[in-house]
Nanobody, 117 residues
Framework: VQLQACGGGLVQPGGSLRLSCAAS????????MGWYRQAPGKQRELVAL???????SYKDSVKGRFTISRDNAKKTIYLQMNSLKPEDTAVYYC????????????WGQGTLVTVSS
């Protein structure tokens, strides 16, 4: 199983980035897919989740600014991040979890997002 995340970088406050995560080795449509982030010295936290049934949820602090989506044909999820703030700075990880078996969970390698002027 591989989850390949990309799209991170350095952006000024108020800017935008789009993260992508391409999956291989899993039956993609059966997996809940999520974006997590981990800032220095902090615990990893869930940012956005899209289930196998396309139910979407967000961390409160990113609602209205971030949008998660999935393309089952391309086995890829996306995170469109707008109006970025310095507090969004973190390593962002994608996660795949089988919708009916939480023991089947996989992580991508992470992509760094830095929001700074």
């Amino acid at each position: 199983v591989q989850l390949q995340a990309c799209g991170g970088g350095l952006v000024q406050p108020g800017g935008s980035l789009r993260l992508s995560c391409a999956a291989s080795g899993i039956t993609f449509g059966s997996y809940d897919m999520g974006w997590y982030r981990q800032a220095p010295g902090k615990q990893r936290e869930l940012v956005a989740l899209i289930t196998a049934g396309d139910t979407i949820s967000y961390k409160d602090s990113v609602k209205g600014r971030f949008t998660i989506s999935r393309d089952n044909a391309k086995k890829t999820i996306y995170l469109q991040m707008n109006s970025l703030k310095p507090e969004d700075t973190a390593v962002y990880y994608c996660n795949a979890q089988l919708s009916w078996d939480s023991s089947k969970t996989y992580w991508g390698q992470g992509t760094l997002v830095t929001v700074s002027s």
